[in-house]
């Protein structure tokens, strides 16, 4: 069994019925060439084949219903020569096994379907790009990520310290979350090394790329090559390849240096700047922002992981002159030490600043469902989901988009879901393009009808 859609198991054979690949239409006049040439052979040769053939069918018509004989005849004839078909040009590619049989039916899939779906950059880091990547990859082929590269905590911030380079964990999670989920190479490319002097703690993936990029000299080159390895829909790129470092101004008047220990600081952040403070962005994520359809902002860490982006000032640029449609996805709990007591306006506001445009979000996509028995742990920690302040947001001229976007869990935790925050997001998108605006929201007299997802 392999998956071809966000929530549906197909057989593998079945796949081949797919909607859309382009196949079916050239069985069906392979099937009716080689019928007029057999025909055509029996003909020539005299052996009246339809004269024959009909009075077989009546013979077996005399005790044999003749729709279930016309009905058995058409599914067996059609069952011998798909598979006959299949198999010999299997055969002719040399790819007669399972994995290839897969392969070229989901090259098909790819090419046919997810070629065509909407060209998307999804901006951020951490966590809650990688978890938005998994769900998007199952519409389009068309994605380009772009990655903060201020981490310097664990195993990126050692490697970025002791070898000079990019910060490789945020990349290596969106790598793998854009590859098959059961692949074996992408369960090498994350794992993390529990033992071993100088090796506790590092990713196989944190390794790899960073031998990579000592022998091909470029990070981008090395994250390419990474890429074609695990097979990966759609492409991801570091916002910067300069040494970009974070500092945080909080309101008390402290200034904080590093991202690992803007969090740890317990304030109110007033202001985030880079070190240095012109960091160049990579001419790649301006040439996918120009072409984007739809720019997908978060969700993650505001500060340590969207924010980031922002401060290259090229992306933010281009991001509020683009005509693509543009969505932030709200965190749904607040951040101890980074949102302490945040609203949804206030992260959007936050954005906006920190990009110095209004145009750089058209709505914001919330979670409107918390699970009735949530787990303490939160609380415990000073993490509060995050309020819905409606008036505020009409006020920065962005659309609300209310929707379920959490998975269920008997546990009462709470955390994204990449297939219903993909959906959301498609469904906005496709409203949008159709309606040409969302106009949706909890803040009215009636509940959006929505639940269509």
């Known amino acids: 069994m392999r998956k071809f859609t966000a929530n549906m198991r197909i057989p593998k054979d079945a796949g ?11 069985f069906a006049l392979i099937f009716l060439g080689a019928l007029l040439i057999t025909l055509g052979i029996l003909i020539l040769f005299d052996i009246k084949p339809i004269f024959y053939t009909m009075q077989f069918i009546r013979a077996i018509a005399n005790n044999v219903s003749t729709e279930w004989l016309a009905f058995a005849f058409c599914m067996f004839g059609a069952a011998m020569f798909f598979k006959g078909w299949q198999k010999t040009n299997l055969s002719i590619l040399d790819l007669g096994d399972d994995k290839g049989d897969y392969s070229i039916l989901e090259n098909l899939y790819r090419r046919r379907k997810l070629n065509r779906g909407p060209k998307i950059v999804a901006i951020g880091g951490g966590t809650g790009l990688s978890m938005l990547l998994k769900g998007i990859k199952h519409i389009t ?3 380009t990520a772009v990655v903060t590269v201020g981490d310097d905590g664990g195993s990126s911030g050692r490697l970025r310290e002791e070898m000079g380079v990019l910060p490789p964990g945020d990349i290596r999670n969106c790598i793998a979350a854009l590859a098959d989920d059961e692949d074996l190479v992408t369960k090498l490319f994350q794992y993390r090394f529990k033992t071993g002097e100088g090796l506790e703690g590092h990713s196989f993936g944190n390794l790899f790329l960073t031998a990579l990029c000592a022998i091909t000299g470029d990070m981008v080159r090395a994250v390419k090559e990474s890429s074609n390895v695990l097979s990966i829909r759609g492409r991801v790129l570091p916002s910067t390849l300069d040494d970009m470092k974070l500092v945080a101004e909080m309101e008390d008047g402290r200034i904080i240096n590093g991202e690992s220990n803007i969090p740890e600081a317990h304030g109110r952040i007033k202001r985030l700047y880079t070190e240095p ?9 301006i040439t996918a922002i120009k072409n984007a359809e739809l720019i997908i902002l978060g969700p993650g860490s505001l500060y340590t992981s969207v924010i980031p982006n922002l401060l290259v000032d090229e992306i933010s640029q281009e991001i509020a002159k683009s005509n693509a449609k543009k969505i932030y996805v709200c965190n749904i709990m607040t951040q101890p030490g980074e949102t302490d007591g945040y609203s949804v306006s206030d992260h959007v506001n936050a954005l906006m600043q920190h990009a110095g445009s209004r145009r750089i979000i058209d709505a914001v996509l919330v979670n409107d469902y918390l699970p009735s028995n949530m787990a303490e742990k939160y609380q415990l920690a ?11 947001l009409k006020k920065l001229g962005v659309t609300l988009c209310p929707k379920k976007l959490i998975e269920d869990s008997k546990e009462g935790l709470v955390r994204h879901s990449s297939h219903r925050v993909a959906r959301a997001i498609l469904y906005w998108y496709k409203k949008v ?10 803040c009215e007299e009636e509940k959006p009808e929505c639940d269509i997802l």
């Open 433 to 442: 393009q159709r309606d040409g605006c969302a106009c949706f929201s909890i």
């Open 141 to 143: 082929n068309n994605i």
């Open 277 to 285: 403070k012109h960091c160049k962005a990579l001419e790649d994520v």
């Open 382 to 392: 000073g993490s509060f989901p995050v309020k819905l302040d409606c008036e505020n």
């Open 16 to 26: 081949w019925l797919i909607p859309g690949l382009q196949v079916k239409r050239w």
